[in-house]
């Protein structure tokens, strides 16, 4: 993508329309429906030992309110964590790396005051910080590039939503106009190609595609509620669904006020906007022409190989079939009953790929085997899809959309015309399309849109949000932990300009943030806080698969660093092949990258089709992307430690790491400083060295066995049985706990 991310902020900087002052309604009484106040800051007293090194904790606001609840009972911060965890913890938060032994050595040799300021700074400058906080945004708009169900039909250009989203978090873009460019970029700014992309928010969601015939209403009615489910889970933080068939239960939203958010949707229709110019779509044209001409000439060879025992297939079942039956279809000219016949009995005598293969002589399998291969090749190499963004349109018409009578499409009911639930703040004049609804959104008095967006954050920086259902902010769900504090954030955030790196800032500088984690809490903390919700201590948290496996690839010194494009087909390994496609063309369905440099770029840049997930990624949580995640489960079951252990990803890393070590004077050193961040202790050190030597021997001896054992490269000089010992000794060390948790 281009740096049109800026083209969408000059163009959607133009003033919004006007926000108007709340109408009169009773004043909510649940605390998420009230405008948040700015709270006076606490006054704490501090205990030296809680003090960091650079930083008095009562300095940050954050820190005011924390200590204020914590001082309440007596308790106080754990003490700051070492410098080496501290980086290793910021450096996974914000870009979704581990740092590495160099970067370490930099910070703990740093005698500066400001040294950790410094850190941060440099990480949020990152152009990795997009790619690590796109995935958690993606999580939430449930964010896939296929369309799920059954058919699970691609989306070939959905990519480039991904990548807007990556650019608008590096450059900054001020969450006001990060939400309206999603909501209504198209409408904002007709002639940008990068606000058409945006509003592909809309589009991320599933579509229930399946063969035969489709109610054109139902499908329209399916993408509708998608649409209004994403938009109000991701931005408003309420659940509304379940008011399309009646009235919530819980919440303040009536049905009518499902309907009227509808209603900002009811002349949408999605589109695919061309991005090429028009000589440049000739040339596509032409270029697609040539190759489908070579692709039909390989399916004709493949046709004329098949047909001859197709045919005879088809005849020997047609063979065992009433003669009368048999008689039909070898008759030239059908009576109406012999065409009933042949109509009826057309699939008993259907030949099918799978029978024929048995069938075919060794010349002609292995003939066509070779014309398989040439025209998977052919795919692999087919002309790249001409640019579009997937996106939306408004067509003229009517704007009402109609109360749906339990929610069924085929039972309208009263129209309704755009509006807000009651209970939130009300313009002065009635709204009109996607434009009025983002307006609405970046009001200052609204009450949900900062303080989702902030319990986000934190919710990703201190392992569990203020509220602990992010997606839930009604009436049945979690009360915040510190509701003053999420004030204060909420305020702040809106009056720094919809900063969201600020917010990054105020959390993560925070002494909070900085407290260390192994710290065992005394009896009465665990007694009445077991669940660490006044953070007093910091919460250790696991990888993700997705950054599990980022970090696999970059201490290993795999990973390729490119940032954006279309998405990449990885090989899949073989049960997954096995599972879902046929012996015959599994490649034909997966055409796996050519460029194998493509193949250890970051995982937010994988194929993400909704049936098909890489192991290491569905094992360790990965969501399903059919509905808004807001809050990925930590489970833990065997198949995470089999993975971790057999899996071919862990031990293709294995294989890197010990040939990135083998020539280094101290391989055990430099592999504990690549894969933990630290040096081994003495006691480490002895038990791995006295691993190598043991691995050694026996794995010198296996090959004098001629046993098959994996080398890694390395240089002729070191014996390959020491290189496949540090192989093991790397396996070792990517399953260590201390790899796959963050302090």
Known sequence: MRSGIFVVFLCLAAPLPAAAPPARVPPPTHWAFRTPQRPVLPKVTISSAASPASTSPAATPVDAFLLAKLGERGWTYAPEADRRTLLRRLSFDLIGLPPTPEEIAAFEADPRPDAYERQ?????????FGERWAMHWLDVARYAESNGYELD???PHAWRYRDWVVQALNANLPYDRFLTAQLAGDLLAQDDPDARIAVGFHRCGPIHQVGGNVDPREVRDELLTEMVTGFTAAFLGLTVRCAKCHDH???????????????FFARVKTAEVQLVSVAEMARYTKAQAEHQAKKTA???QIEQIDSPYRAKLRAAKIAKLPPEVQAAFAAKQRSPEQQKLVADFSPVVKVTWEEILPALSAEDRERRIALRAQLHELDRRAPP???QAWTLSDSPGERQAAILKR??????G??????????????????QDRRDLAAWFTRRDHPLTARVLVNRLWQHHFGQGLVRTPNDFGTKGDPPSHPELLDWLAVEFMESGWDMKHLHRLMVLSAAYRQASHVTPSPEVQRHDPDNRLLSRMNRRRLEGETLRDALLAVSGQLTGWLGGPMVRVPLEPEVYDLIFTEDEPDGLWPVDLDERQHTRRSIYLFAKRNVRQPLLEAFDQPDTLHSCPVRPVSTFAPQALILLNGPQTNQAALALASRIATDPDPVCR????????????????????????QTALLREELRERKPIRIPAGPETIEPARLAALADLSLALLNRSAFVVVD
Request: no cysteine; charged share 25%; glycine share 4%.
């Open 671 to 694: 592999a504990y400083l690549l894969t933990l961040g630290r040096a081994p202790t003495a006691k480490e050190r002895a038990t791995a060295e006295t691993f190598l030597d043991e």
């Open 120 to 128: 941060v700074e440099r990480l949020l400058a990152s152009p990795h």
């Open 153 to 155: 039909g691609e989306r």
């Open 249 to 263: 239960k819980f919440d303040p939203i009536s049905q009518a006020e499902y309907f009227q958010f509808e209603a």
């Open 298 to 300: 390989l399916k004709l």
């Open 414 to 431: 009263p129209k309704v015309s755009p509006g807000f639930p009651a209970v939130l703040p009300q313009p002065t004049t009635a709204p």
């Open 385 to 387: 899809p001409v640019p």
């Open 407 to 412: 929610g069924d499409y085929k039972r309208p």
